[in-house]
């Protein structure tokens, strides 16, 4: 067969409330994520001798078993039992690295629906979902895109009519030398806040419903104001990081800015605009100020889709 050429974009969280400790060490959630335009791609080619081989413009990126694209690929394989598999896999990297917007994790997914197409698996969207779910919390969602409701540890999704929402862009910011780790914020979290856990389901839902009924999804629906962004990790993680503190500040400030916050465990930063000219002219307008912390930014339109397959030739 020939190249199969996938689009794996980011997301960043609109909402991001911790709930509760389950049984299994992860955090219960109830979340908004959003799909934006900065995105990675994969090229896949098959090969005849079942080799997984990963290479990437990326120099700062692991190639072996432990990036997410080979773990993807091999999980893929052992679950068809077809060992004899074997592919070539090329990654553009556009999306920063450890930076709360899932590069990793679009990557993995992307490299499911690419393997699944380049190797004629017709897996199905139930099957595809349950891989992804497997291999990290995120991973669904980068499926499916879009905007949506995300409960469980991330992997559970409703979807969001966000025909309406009076954000579609973003300026989004990063400073090159912060970085977060997810597992150290999630327990930042629970020493912080680990006392006032829920634990019960029905408390759970009590929050799930709140946020399908409260006024950020009424607002995504065009019917409201988008009201102030909630991200329980960034009320642990920015005490700890100045670089956070400063962009947030710097963000806030940027003209014809809806809102403002951090995007998952950080450190990324975003500035939610009505259009992506708003964001330029915010970019522009900050742009003396951002060079003088060391930011890069970028502008991303809000987009309405995960990984998907790229039949017109125009990536990468
Ligand atoms: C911060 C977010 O990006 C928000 O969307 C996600 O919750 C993180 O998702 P992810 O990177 O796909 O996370 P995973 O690879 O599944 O888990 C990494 C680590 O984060 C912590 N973790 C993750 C998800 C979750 N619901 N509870 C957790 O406590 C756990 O320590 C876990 O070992
Ligand atoms: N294809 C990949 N791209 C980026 N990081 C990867 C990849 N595969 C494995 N990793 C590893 O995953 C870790 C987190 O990277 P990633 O860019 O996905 O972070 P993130 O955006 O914070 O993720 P999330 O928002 O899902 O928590 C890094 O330590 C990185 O080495």
Not at 25 to 35: D, N, P
Not at 288 to 308: K, T
């Amino acid at each position: 067969m020939a190249d199969v050429t996938v689009r794996a974009p980011a997301k960043i969280n609109l909402h991001l409330e911790v709930l509760g400790l389950r049984p299994d060490g992860y955090h219960e959630l109830a979340m908004v994520m959003q799909s934006i335009d900065l995105a990675d791609t994969l090229v896949l080619r098959s090969t005849a001798d079942a080799t997984i081989r990963l290479r990437s413009d990326s120099p700062e990126l692991p190639s072996d078993g432990t990036n997410l694209i080979v773990r993807a690929a091999e999980l893929l394989r052992s679950r068809v039992g077809l060992p004899e598999l074997g592919v070539d896999i090329t990654l553009h990297k556009r999306i920063p690295i450890g930076a709360g917007l899932a590069g990793g994790s679009s990557d993995g997914a992307a490299a499911l629906v690419g393997l699944d197409a380049l190797w004629g698996l017709s897996l199905g969207t139930a099957r595809l979902h349950g891989l992804a779910a497997a291999l990290g919390s995120d991973m669904p969602f980068c499926l499916e895109g879009g905007t949506q409701l995300c409960f469980g540890r991330g992997e559970r999704l409703e979807p969001v009519t966000a025909a309406g929402a009076p954000g579609q862009a973003v300026l989004l910011i990063k400073h090159p030398e912060a970085s977060v780790s997810t597992p150290w914020a999630y327990g930042r979290c629970r020493d912080l806040r680990g006392d006032f856990y829920l634990d019960a389901e029905e408390d759970f839902e009590q929050r799930r419903q709140a946020l399908r009924r409260g006024p950020l999804v009424a607002a995504l629906a065009g019917q409201g104001p988008l009201p102030h962004l909630r991200n329980d990790l960034q009320a642990v993680v920015e005490p700890e990081v100045e670089s956070i503190r400063a962009g947030l500040d710097l963000l806030r400030r940027g003209p014809g800015v809806l809102a403002v916050a951090m995007s998952g465990s950080g450190p990324s930063l975003f500035a939610l605009h009505p259009d992506l000219a708003t964001a330029e002219a915010a970019r522009a307008a900050l742009a003396e100020p951002l060079a003088a912390l060391g930011f890069v930014a970028w502008c991303c339109r809000c987009g309405g889709s995960g990984v998907s397959l790229v039949t017109d030739g125009s990536a990468p």
